[in-house]
């Protein structure tokens, strides 16, 4: 009985999450209101209210759920080793994140939207953000380590700022704003924008 019940709330969490998904790929988040996501998921009031205290909760689920798969797309470039592969694998790591970001790019624009007026949306994404940038430290400072970034910007200012250019041209792909709705020509100038930063003009 006890696992029905567990399916049972699975079911009914799942399509809540699936039914505001549905809607943010057609409307604004703050064009969305709870009695929308709950005649989209076919769920009672009732029900939301269980598992959600409101409708952004049920965006930083989705939010954190998409970035998880942010987090295995860089693993490219932080896992690769030695110089010959650098250029690849840093260019490897901005695809994963512009594919990921394509895919996800409803939940994505939803929370970087609402998290200018919304402190808990903020503080979740600032905290995504922050976790992307302390493991661009690490590889950071291991190339520095071994000689291969020689400019003196400390890491924390370097990772944190290639960190916040990818997102923000990442939002812009997402709203198809050109040049970078261009899937090659975003991959491109970050990739030029990374290694010129990390490994000075030649990239190696």
Do not use: C
């Not at 696992?3 to 699936?18: G, M, Q």
């Not at 039914?19 to 604004?28: D, E, G, K, Q």
């Amino acid at each position: 009985m006890r696992r029905k019940s567990v399916d049972s709330d699975r079911a009914v969490r799942t399509a809540i999450l699936d039914a505001t998904r549905r809607l943010l790929a057609s409307r604004n988040f703050d064009e969305i209101s709870v009695a929308d996501i709950l005649g989209e998921a076919g769920v009672a009031r009732g029900s939301f209210y269980f598992y959600f205290s409101r409708k952004q909760d049920v965006l930083a689920e989705l939010v954190r759920a998409a970035i998880a798969g942010g987090q295995v797309a860089g693993r490219t470039w932080l896992d690769h080793e030695g110089a010959g592969d650098r250029r690849a694998a840093v260019r490897r790591s901005i695809a994963d994140g512009a594919k990921l970001w394509a895919e996800q790019a409803p939940v994505l624009r939803a929370v970087v939207e609402n998290s200018h007026t919304d402190p808990e949306l903020a503080r979740l994404w600032r905290g995504l953000m922050a976790q992307f940038t302390a493991t661009t430290v690490e590889r950071i400072e291991a190339d520095r380590a071994a000689g291969a970034i020689t400019t003196e910007l400390d890491s924390t200012t370097l990772a944190a700022t290639l960190t916040w250019l990818g997102e923000r041209l990442y939002y812009l792909a997402a709203l198809g704003e050109p040049p970078f709705d261009d899937q090659d020509k975003l991959v491109d100038a970050l990739t030029h924008a990374w290694l010129a930063m990390l490994y000075g003009p030649s990239g190696r």
